[in-house]
C-alpha cells in the first residue's frame, strides 16, 4: 500500500515539501511540541523561525510538523506557526498513541519526537532534528518515553543533543540498545547530555563527518532495517552549562514535581520549566542554542543524503 494511499484523508503535506520530494531535494523535518508546550510565548515563537531559517541557510528545506483541526500538517506556514506559539486555541501535546483521537476530534496540538517522527516517515522524510530525545524516567525504570519504542520501529534519523539531562540516561542507552537502535556520537565517543556536552556515558559508534552519517543511513535503508538512528550531537561549547549547576537545579526541579504530585506527559515540560527560573534563563538560551546546532547538522546530513540518492539513482 503507497504512502498516499493510506494517509490522504489526515496528512496534508504542503506544496513546497511535496516538490521538495519529488525533486530528491534536502528536507529536514522539525517538531512542534516545543512551540505548543516546550517553550513560553515569544521565545517558542522566535525559536520556530530559527529552525526553519537555519536549515534553509544551509540550503535544506525545513518542514515543522504539527496537527491543525485534526490534519497532519508537514510542512506548517508562517500563520499556522504563529497560531500554534500564541496559543490562541487549546492545543494537545500530541504523541502515536494520540494521534487517532487527535484526529477524529479535530484537535490542535504540537508533536512529539515520536508522533513527529511517525508523521514525517509516513510523509517521505529522513531526517529530523530536535533538542533532546525523551528516555526512562529517573527513579521509574517503567517510565519509558514512547520516542524509545517509536526508534526501535521507526527508520528515520533523530538528530539531537542526546537524551534529556531530568532523565535516567544509562537507562535510556539500555532501552535503546534492546531496541536495536545505533547511537551515533558526532564528533564524541561519549553521550551527550542535552545541557552539558558529555555525560561520561561511552558510546559504541562515532562520527565525525555528515557524509559518514548519511553512509550509515543509506546502509540501514539497503538492508531493510525498520529502526530509527540516533544523532546524538553535543551543545556547541559557548552555550553548554556546567555539569554540576545544571545538575543540581534538575535535582530540585525534579523534587518540586514530586512534591506537587506532577507526573505522566505533565513531567517534562514542569521540570524543565523549573530549571529555567532556578538557572534565570540559562536553560532557555542553552535549548535554543542546542536546538539550531541540530537543524544546522541534520540539514548537512540530509544534503549528503540527497547526493547518495542521486548518485544510486544515475548509475
Same mark, same amino acid.
Given at each position: 500500500?503507497?504512502?498516499?494511499?493510506?494517509?490522504?484523508?489526515?496528512?496534508?503535506?504542503?506544496? &513546497? %515539501?511535496?516538490?521538495?520530494?519529488?525533486? =530528491?531535494?534536502?528536507?529536514?523535518?522539525? &517538531?512542534? /511540541?516545543?512551540?505548543?508546550?516546550?517553550?513560553?510565548? +515569544?521565545? !517558542?515563537?522566535?525559536?520556530?523561525?530559527?529552525? *526553519?531559517?537555519?536549515?534553509?541557510?544551509?540550503?535544506?528545506?525545513?518542514?515543522?510538523?504539527?496537527?491543525?483541526?485534526?490534519?497532519?500538517?508537514?510542512?506548517?506556514? /508562517?500563520?499556522?506557526?504563529?497560531?500554534?506559539?500564541?496559543?490562541?486555541? +487549546?492545543?494537545?501535546?500530541?504523541?502515536?498513541?494520540?494521534?487517532?483521537?487527535?484526529?477524529?476530534?479535530?484537535? #490542535?496540538?504540537?508533536?512529539? %519526537?515520536?508522533?513527529?517522527?511517525?508523521?514525517?516517515?509516513?510523509?517521505?522524510?529522513?531526517?529530523?532534528?530536535?533538542?533532546?530525545?525523551?528516555? %526512562?524516567?529517573? $527513579?521509574?525504570?517503567?517510565?519509558?518515553?514512547?520516542?524509545?519504542? &517509536?526508534?526501535?520501529?521507526?527508520?528515520?534519523?533523530?538528530?539531537?543533543?542526546?537524551?534529556?539531562?531530568?532523565?535516567?540516561?544509562?537507562?535510556?542507552?539500555?532501552?535503546? *540498545?534492546?531496541?536495536?537502535?545505533?547511537?551515533? $556520537?558526532?564528533?564524541?565517543?561519549?553521550?551527550?547530555?542535552?545541557?552539558?556536552?558529555?555525560?561520561?556515558? +561511552?558510546?559504541? /559508534?562515532?562520527?565525525?563527518?555528515?557524509?559518514?552519517?548519511?553512509?550509515?543511513?543509506?546502509?540501514?535503508?539497503?538492508?531493510?532495517?525498520?529502526?530509527?538512528?540516533?544523532?546524538? #550531537?553535543?551543545?556547541?561549547?559557548?552555550?553548554?552549562?556546567?555539569? &554540576?549547576?545544571?545538575?543540581?537545579?534538575?535535582?530540585?526541579?525534579?523534587?518540586?514535581?514530586?512534591?506537587?504530585?506532577?507526573?505522566?506527559?505533565?513531567?517534562? +515540560?514542569?521540570?524543565?520549566?523549573?530549571?529555567?527560573?532556578?538557572?534565570?534563563?540559562?536553560?532557555? =538560551?542553552?535549548?535554543?542554542?542546542?536546538?539550531? !546546532?541540530?537543524?544546522?547538522?541534520?540539514?548537512?546530513?540530509?544534503? *549528503?543524503?540527497?547526493?547518495?540518492?542521486?548518485?544510486?539513482?544515475?548509475?
Amino acid at each position: 500500500m503507497s504512502h498516499a494511499s493510506y494517509h490522504a484523508e489526515t496528512l496534508q503535506v504542503s506544496d &513546497e %515539501v511535496r516538490a521538495a520530494l519529488a525533486a =530528491n531535494q534536502p528536507l529536514v523535518a522539525l &517538531e512542534s /511540541a516545543l512551540i505548543t508546550h516546550g517553550l513560553p510565548y +515569544p521565545q !517558542n515563537l522566535e525559536t520556530s523561525r530559527e529552525l *526553519e531559517a537555519a536549515v534553509r541557510d544551509a540550503a535544506a528545506i525545513p518542514a515543522t510538523i504539527a496537527l491543525i483541526a485534526g490534519r497532519c500538517v508537514i510542512g506548517l506556514s /508562517a500563520a499556522q506557526c504563529e497560531a500554534l506559539a500564541k496559543r490562541d486555541t +487549546p492545543a494537545r501535546k500530541i504523541s502515536v498513541r494520540d494521534l487517532p483521537t487527535a484526529i477524529a476530534q479535530q484537535s #490542535n496540538g504540537g508533536t512529539t %519526537v515520536a508522533a513527529t517522527m511517525r508523521l514525517a516517515h509516513l510523509a517521505g522524510l529522513r531526517i529530523f532534528a530536535t533538542g533532546g530525545i525523551g528516555g %526512562v524516567t529517573r $527513579g521509574a525504570p517503567f517510565d519509558i518515553s514512547a520516542d524509545l519504542i &517509536e526508534l526501535g520501529r521507526t527508520p528515520i534519523a533523530v538528530v539531537c543533543a542526546g537524551a534529556k539531562s531530568i532523565l535516567d540516561l544509562p537507562a535510556t542507552l539500555e532501552v535503546l *540498545e534492546t531496541q536495536g537502535v545505533p547511537v551515533i $556520537g558526532y564528533g564524541t565517543s561519549e553521550l551527550p547530555a542535552f545541557f552539558a556536552r558529555s555525560s561520561g556515558l +561511552p558510546l559504541a /559508534a562515532r562520527m565525525d563527518s555528515p557524509a559518514e552519517i548519511a553512509s550509515a543511513m543509506q546502509a540501514a535503508d539497503q538492508l531493510g532495517l525498520h529502526q530509527g538512528m540516533v544523532i546524538a #550531537n553535543p551543545i556547541p561549547e559557548d552555550a553548554a552549562l556546567a555539569g &554540576e549547576a545544571i545538575e543540581a537545579h534538575i535535582a530540585q526541579a525534579l523534587a518540586d514535581a514530586e512534591a506537587e504530585g506532577v507526573r505522566g506527559a505533565a513531567l517534562t +515540560p514542569a521540570v524543565l520549566s523549573r530549571v529555567a527560573k532556578l538557572s534565570a534563563g540559562e536553560s532557555i =538560551n542553552a535549548n535554543r542554542a542546542l536546538l539550531l !546546532n541540530n537543524a544546522r547538522l541534520a540539514s548537512a546530513i540530509a544534503i *549528503e543524503l540527497s547526493k547518495l540518492d542521486a548518485s544510486a539513482t544515475s548509475s
